[in-house]
């Protein structure tokens, strides 16, 4: 037997039907036959012919597969995939957003550095972060990420990591990548930019100077709302294989199955981008007109105080957008259970539109007073605009606001 083409060719061996039942047919394809979409490789482990090949393999994270939580063909496929749309050198898929993101911090941070955090921050990598205060001795310093001198100032031989959101959420906030990630750059302090609200359509991080960049591939990239998935993607292959051995100890690896509808969302990303992009901007313009709504929150609205840097940093607004009503918690309340075509849903990037009201969920045990301090209006409707057609998002979103105009 030539290399292992698996025991079923070892027919003559299995004369009970218990042991053929168990040892299916798994053959490779003919050399030459190449399938046209990405095989989805469902196996826990891999076969070895010797036990000295095995060993070998353990090596590192490339070479031969061994065991799926240290690598899988059909995860690597998507690795492979997303450094290339990014413009990195190499990537690691984890099982969620959040699992890129605490394995990348948890490999990285040692007791005693300090991070250097945007302000306004997806709010599980804020707890993972405090977390990381509390236990673990590291310390963590907020910046508006508008200005590079507020980083100068807080930047010192402890500082290791500056951690970046390339559109925040729900502010739409767009922080001066060029300008930061140079400075980090400068400094020797690796740059971590979460960039699942623009994706590699809109911006390229890497680009710009980061380290690393991260996503949470369950948002734009997968893009169906039907699989959670992350990554980490490497401007440079050595800090993939600094972290590599970490994270496979952590074990929040990507499943193959979740790998493959991810690569299964991919090929449309351009296509969806544009559209989540074009519906955001009809709804925005129209928002900011009606008298229901008191501001709309987009970045490429020439009113958006990062309208400037998101002209130089991003190639469109996104979908993601949030308006204040004039009524306040109640007219919030009123009008996420008012719309039909669009559902009341937590997440974002996904197909479909999505609204969600933080007032009275996420934050709903904070007073006013804490939710103003929080950046949070007790009216603040977040939109995650998806790609049905924008007339029927806009009688949806009409007939929603209309009981809510005050009198
Ligand atoms: C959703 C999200 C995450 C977390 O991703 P999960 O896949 O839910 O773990 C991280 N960052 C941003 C910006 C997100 O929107």
């Known amino acids: 037997m030539a290399g292992v083409a698996g025991p ?63 690598g899988n063909p059909t995860v690597r496929a998507l690795e492979r995939t997303l450094a290339g749309l990014e413009g ?11 699992g890129a993101i605490s394995g990348v911090l948890l490999a990285l941070l040692r007791p005693g550095d300090q991070v250097i955090a945007q302000r306004c921050l997806y709010g599980g990598t804020y707890a993972a972060l405090t977390d990381l205060v509390g236990r673990y001795g590291v310390e963590v310093a907020y910046i508006s990420a508008d200005e590079v001198d507020e980083f100068e100032a807080l930047a010192g031989p402890r500082t290791r990591l500056l951690v970046l959101e390339t559109i925040a959420n729900p502010t739409g906030q767009v922080p001066d990548l060029p300008g930061l990630l140079a400075a980090a750059r400068r400094r020797n302090v690796i740059s971590a930019v979460d960039n699942s609200l623009a994706s590699p359509v809109l911006c390229r991080p890497i680009e710009f100077g980061a380290d690393i960049v991260l996503h949470s591939t369950t948002k734009y990239l997968a893009g169906h709302s039907d699989v959670l998935g992350g990554a980490a993607i490497f401007a440079d292959d050595a800090l993939r294989q600094e972290i590599w051995p970490r994270t496979v100890e952590l074990g929040a690896s990507a499943d193959p199955f979740a790998a493959w509808l991810t690569l299964r969302g991919i090929p449309t990303l351009p296509l969806r981008m544009r559209e989540h992009c074009a519906n955001a901007g009809v709804l925005a313009s129209r928002l900011a007109a009606h008298p229901a709504v008191m501001a709309v929150h987009w ?51 996904g197909v479909e539109t999505l609204v969600t009201h933080p007032a009275s969920t996420s934050h709903r045990e904070l007073e006013e007073g804490a939710l103003a301090a929080a950046g949070i209006e007790a009216g603040l409707v977040r939109m995650s605009v998806g790609i049905e057609d924008p007339e029927d998002l806009w009688r949806d979103v009409e007939q929603a606001l209309s009981p809510l105009v005050l009198g």
């Open 8 to 70: 079923s060719e070892e027919g003559d061996l299995m004369e009970d039907i218990r042991t053929r039942a168990v040892h299916v047919v798994n053959q490779p394809l003919p050399q030459g036959s190449w399938p046209l979409s990405v095989p989805l490789v469902q196996s826990s482990a891999f076969a070895f012919a010797s036990a000295s090949e095995l060993a070998e393999a353990m090596a590192g994270p490339d070479g031969q597969y061994v065991y799926s939580r240290r």
């Open 88 to 98: 990195g050198a190499s990537a690691i898929a984890f099982a969620s957003g959040m």
């Open 299 to 349: 970045p490429w609205s020439t009113t958006h105080p990062s309208y400037a840097t998101a002209r130089k940093v991003l190639s469109g607004g996104g979908g993601l957008l949030s308006f204040e009503l004039a009524g306040g918690r109640e007219a919030g309340r009123m009008f996420v259970e008012g719309v039909r075509v669009a559902r009341l849903a937590l997440s974002l990037g």
